[in-house]
């Protein structure tokens, strides 16, 4: 069975679930907590069509993220839950002054796929950041 959720507010955190962990402040700084974010096995594309599969390569495909220094805007625009999985699909957007002191914009509308563990906690099975083509505002 399908559930259609109202369409959250706006987020600010990295958190498939929405909420963020105790004493976090800057929700792309710190690479442990992202790495929580990820069931065992899942899935990352970083870029289209080059999906990453391992813990250690899902890190450093985020290192990029995390190098940028940057926070990232998470609307979330659908969710559809079946079970313990869930099908989001959400605006994310990275916008601010980049390294080397150049204005970076990164937006575009994901698709992720996550499943709520024993914990209670929701992780990305599949987490694909550029996943249905651009944001609402173009690339």
């Given at each position: 069975m399908q559930h259609r959720a109202q369409r959250p507010p706006a987020r600010s955190q990295?958190?498939?679930?929405?909420?963020?962990?105790?004493?976090?402040?800057d929700p792309l700084g710190d690479a442990a907590a992202?790495?929580?974010?990820?069931?065992?096995?899942?899935?990352?594309?970083?870029?289209?069509g080059s999906p990453v599969t391992t813990a250690e390569g899902i890190a450093a495909a985020n290192a990029r993220f995390?190098?940028?220094?940057?926070?990232?805007t998470v609307r979330p625009r659908h969710v559809y839950a079946a079970?313990?999985?869930?099908?989001?699909?959400?605006?994310?957007?990275?916008d601010g002054t980049g390294p080397g002191g150049r204005p970076l914009r990164i937006e575009a509308a994901a698709t992720d796929v996550t499943r709520r563990g024993a914990d209670g906690r929701r992780r990305y099975v599949v987490d694909n950041p550029f996943g249905a083509g651009p944001g609402p505002h173009g690339a």
């Amino acid at each position: 069975m399908q559930h259609r959720a109202q369409r959250p507010p706006a987020r600010s955190q990295f958190v498939p679930d929405g909420r963020r962990p105790p004493g976090r402040t800057d929700p792309l700084g710190d690479a442990a907590a992202v790495q929580e974010v990820y069931e065992r096995g899942a899935t990352f594309v970083p870029e289209p069509g080059s999906p990453v599969t391992t813990a250690e390569g899902i890190a450093a495909a985020n290192a990029r993220f995390l190098g940028l220094g940057l926070p990232i805007t998470v609307r979330p625009r659908h969710v559809y839950a079946a079970g313990d999985l869930a099908l989001l699909v959400v605006d994310r957007e990275i916008d601010g002054t980049g390294p080397g002191g150049r204005p970076l914009r990164i937006e575009a509308a994901a698709t992720d796929v996550t499943r709520r563990g024993a914990d209670g906690r929701r992780r990305y099975v599949v987490d694909n950041p550029f996943g249905a083509g651009p944001g609402p505002h173009g690339a």
